[in-house]
């Protein structure tokens, strides 16, 4: 098991940026494929983006593609999550997560899939 903290949540104004990190613990950080998750209040969980255990592929949700960017450094155990543009649909709770992998190149976009997850960090995007 992967013990995962988020960090850099806050308020922001639309159209601000903020970048969220996930620094991980426990065990091989590069043996783990790490995705990113949003819960907006009253909502269900959903997928935002996902990178591959060597960072060479990674995934967005539509709505967030071109806007958000997924990145991790293996030597500092760290995933991040580049946030541009922000709206206030952007409001959410954000939850990094991690899936064990055989496969430098696979990434996962169903919250089923992961095992491992952070306790969440909230992000408020002001109108």
């Known amino acids: 098991q992967v013990q995962l903290v988020e960090s850099g949540g806050g308020l922001v104004q639309a159209g601000g940026s903020l970048r969220l990190s996930c620094a991980a613990s426990?065990?091989?950080?590069?043996?783990?494929?790490m995705g990113w998750f949003l819960q907006a209040p009253g909502k269900e969980r959903e997928f935002v983006a996902a990178?591959?255990?060597?960072?060479?592929?990674?995934f967005y949700a539509d709505s967030v593609k071109g806007r958000f960017s997924i990145s991790r450094d293996n030597a500092k155990n760290t995933a991040y999550l580049q946030m541009n543009s922000l709206t206030p649909d952007d409001t959410a709770v954000y939850y990094c997560?991690?899936?064990?992998?055989?496969?430098?190149?696979?990434?996962?976009?169903?919250?089923?899939?992961?095992?491992?997850w952070g306790q969440g960090t909230q992000v408020t995007v002001s109108s």
């Open positions: 426990g065990r091989t950080f590069s043996n783990y494929v």
């Open positions: 997560a991690a899936r064990l992998s055989i496969r430098s190149n696979d990434y996962y976009t169903s919250e089923n899939e992961y095992r491992d």
């Open positions: 990178i591959s255990r060597s960072g060479g592929s990674a």
